[in-house]
């Protein structure tokens, strides 16, 4: 196959995958919101995040995680262009952020069959900082791919982190936000 295909394949799956990651936190911190919910809506609506996360996890999610391995595979060792991307110090690292992908999803899975199984371990504050690692994770990867090697590896990482204290900053604005917004309802 050609490897404007493959990759073009790679990137459709990497794409869904990335969704799936975003939307299943999301689902989580809604989750664990319903557990304040008076008893019957807290059941409904836990049962329906279940569900829903049941299928966005195992419909999409995983199957998305494991066709971009796949992909990627192939792209690297199936093609002139992937061995010779293997020999450059940029997609090392690109590696490196891509099996913290891949360690993320595991932990998200963990928290997934926590959930599954009634187990609420975190708050929804860190489940918010949580899904945001994702997005920490796609910058990285996605700047990478973009500049290979012409970008100096000190200002990406210090840019990187910039983003990462912004990112962090916005929560805390956010979570302020609605805090005020809940004692205006209650």
């Not at 869904?16 to 557990?35: N, S």
């Not at 199984?117 to 929804?124: A, E, H, L, P, T």
């Not at 945001?132 to 990482?157: D, H, P, Q, R």
Request: hydrophobic residues 55%.
């Amino acid at each position: 196959m050609d490897y404007f295909y493959l990759k073009a394949l790679h990137i459709i799956f990497v794409v869904t995958w990335f969704a799936g990651l975003f939307y299943i936190v999301r689902l989580f911190v809604y989750h664990v919101e319903a557990e304040g919910e008076e008893e019957n809506a807290k059941v409904v609506l836990q049962k329906q995040y279940k569900l829903m996360s049941k299928r966005l996890w195992y419909g999409i999610t995983w199957p998305s995680a494991i066709i971009t391995a796949i992909f990627a595979f192939w792209l690297l060792f199936g093609t002139e262009v992937g061995k010779s991307y293997l020999l450059s110090p940029w997609m090392h690292i690109k590696l490196t952020f891509v099996v913290a992908l891949y360690v993320y999803h595991f932990l998200c899975h963990r928290i997934f069959v926590q959930l599954q199984n009634n187990q609420i371990k975190y708050s929804s504050f860190k489940l918010r900082i949580w899904n945001e690692v994702a997005t920490v994770l796609l910058f990285a990867i996605v700047f990478l791919v973009v500049l290979k090697n012409n970008i100096g590896w000190v200002w990406g990482v210090v840019g990187l982190l910039l983003f990462s204290v912004l990112l962090m900053m916005g929560i805390k604005i956010y979570k302020k936000k609605r805090e005020k917004t809940q004692e205006k309802i209650d």
